[in-house]
């Protein structure tokens, strides 16, 4: 019976063992077994029967045969593996051919990994960018790499980027884990373009936010919808600008109906999250993940009842029960585990997400209804992006604050809020309601108009 131990034990005995035992098993699964399991080359390994592979059928025969002739890194014959790449059609192969001349790190080998910068896969290219950059002092590989900032690749252009163009901006801001007393647990009734010029760049953790539903609600009125889209941008764009590096937004919206004027006329979807999203992304959000919040049918303007009664195709018209989680985070080139290591033992312990949390991006949660507000969404929903994106002691923002259910839930999970709310109404329904939590509290909520927010941030040390 074919098994790792008997790998390991061949291999030490020498090549033509192992040769041998590939011969013998001659089926595919075993010879891919055989050279997986292979693990590190003692220094005398005699490597032909690899090379013979090299020709082998099955792309995935000669994906490993190639990863293993790659480990006898400058020993590695850099010809044959150049005259397999030339002729290979498989795109994972190719790339462990490229990987393995990378990997003997022979400066006699430039011309060879510059040909592959001309690669139509940008992902060889991506390979061969990082076999290039061992070489930092030759000035001609810089060169020809500083070129590729323009590749057609955006996956390519933001290596280049991030090795050769790249500022170090965050030099004096907070550090990661960290933001600024002053914008702790504050409401501030404006315009949140207006707030947010005063509010310090890096300084917010998370936004999870809904914004206006364009002008199905009355509380906010936008020109047209090209308007609705562009100011949300600007709003976006500045958020974009607050928020910490390679952190969150959240936004949530859904397609809209906007009825018609007369019988005579249609009404309109306009697909906002759709929409949307172009506008984030070309200003440096990237997509991470679409959560949909599902609603119970009841709980839903009933569409489908014309359809229910004449059945013809073309009138068919169901019920909306979904509404959008759009997640995105702000680009950078560290990892998760960077943004997670800027916290220490014990707020990572205490931000544990416990048992019973959600393990699909269908959240099934019943829609809240508020006597004073038109649109909240449900403290359930609200909590679960919270728990799942920020840690205790994180800055939660919500430019669109409506009745604050994202402060509310903010402090309720220790996390600090920073909230903008235009409308008065609105804004003195939340003082009231948060009042309520304060009561109970020690740091309460300051609601600020927007000369009172401009003076602090004048006066609040940074
Ligand atoms: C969909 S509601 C948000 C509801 C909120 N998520 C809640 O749970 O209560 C959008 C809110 O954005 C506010 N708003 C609209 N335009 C604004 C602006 N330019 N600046 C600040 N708030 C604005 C509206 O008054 C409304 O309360």
């Known amino acids: 019976m074919l098994n790792k131990a008997e790998v390991e034990k061949l291999k030490h005995q020498g090549a033509n063992n192992v040769a041998a035992l590939i011969a013998n098993y001659n089926?595919?699964?075993?010879i891919e077994f055989i050279l997986e399991n292979l693990g590190r080359l003692p220094n005398n390994f005699n490597p032909d029967f690899l090379y013979k592979l090299l020709t082998h059928a099955h792309s995935s025969i000669r994906l490993n045969a190639v990863k293993n002739i790659g480990k006898l890194n400058e020993?590695?014959?850099?010809?044959?593996?150049?005259?397999?790449?030339?002729?290979?059609?498989?795109s994972g192969v190719k790339r462990e051919i490229v990987s393995a001349i990378g990997r003997q790190r022979k400066i006699a080998n430039k011309a060879i990994l510059f040909e592959f910068l001309n690669d139509d896969n940008p992902k060889i290219v991506c390979q061969a960018i990082r076999a290039l950059l061992v070489f930092k002092n030759d000035n001609e590989i810089i060169e020809k790499l500083k070129l590729l900032a323009n590749h057609q690749n955006e996956m390519v252009r933001t290596i280049i980027y991030k090795e050769f163009f790249l500022e170090n901006s965050s030099a004096d801001l907070q550090p990661q884990a960290q933001t600024y007393d002053f914008l702790k647990n504050i409401v501030i009734n404006a315009d949140t373009l207006e707030a947010l010029k005063y509010a310090p760049s890096e300084s917010v953790h998370l936004t999870f936010t809904s914004p206006p539903y364009y002008n199905a609600k009355d509380y906010s009125i936008y020109p047209s919808y090209k308007a609705y889209l562009e100011f949300l941008e600007k709003v976006f764009i500045q958020t974009h600008r607050i928020t910490k590096e390679g952190r969150f937004l959240i936004v949530?919206?859904?397609?809209?109906?906007?009825?018609r004027v007369s019988r005579s006329?249609?009404?309109?979807?306009?697909?906002?999250?759709f929409d949307l999203h172009p506008y984030l992304i070309k200003n440096g959000w990237e997509f991470i993940d679409d959560i949909i919040w599902l609603k119970p049918e009841a709980c839903v303007k009933n569409r489908i009842g014309g359809f229910m009664q004449h059945r013809k195709p073309l009138g068919y018209k169901p019920n909306s029960v979904t509404e959008y989680l759009m997640v995105y985070r702000k680009s950078t080139d560290k990892l998760l585990d960077w943004n997670m290591r800027n916290y220490s033992t014990k707020i990572v312990h205490e931000s544990k997400v416990s048992d019973g949390y959600e393990t699909s991006n269908v959240w099934r949660i019943d829609p809240s209804f508020d006597k004073v507000h038109s649109a909240v969404f449900p403290a359930?929903?609200?909590?679960?992006?919270?728990?799942?994106?920020?840690?205790?002691?994180?800055?939660?923002f919500d430019p669109f604050g409506g009745s604050g259910t994202v402060a509310k839930t903010a402090k309720s999970l220790d996390r600090f809020f920073f909230l903008t709310e235009q409308n008065s109404k609105y804004f003195e329904y939340m003082k009231n309601k948060l009042k309520q939590q304060d009561l109970c509290d020690q740091s309460k909520t300051q609601f600020l108009t927007l000369d009172q927010f401009i003076e602090k941030s004048k006066n609040?040390?940074?």
């Not at 089926?27 to 075993?30: E, P, R």
């Not at 020993?75 to 059609?89: D, I, M, P, R, V």
């Not at 609200?382 to 799942?388: A, E, L």
């Open 265 to 273: 006329h249609s009404s309109k979807r306009y697909a906002i999250p």
């Open 252 to 259: 949530n919206t859904s397609p809209i109906i906007i009825p």
């Open 380 to 396: 359930e929903l609200c909590k679960r992006v919270i728990q799942y994106y920020s840690y205790k002691g994180d800055l939660i």
């Open 27 to 30: 089926d595919t699964n075993s």
């Open 75 to 90: 020993k590695a014959n850099t010809n044959t593996l150049y005259s397999l790449y030339k002729n290979e059609q498989n």
């Open 460 to 462: 609040e040390p940074r």
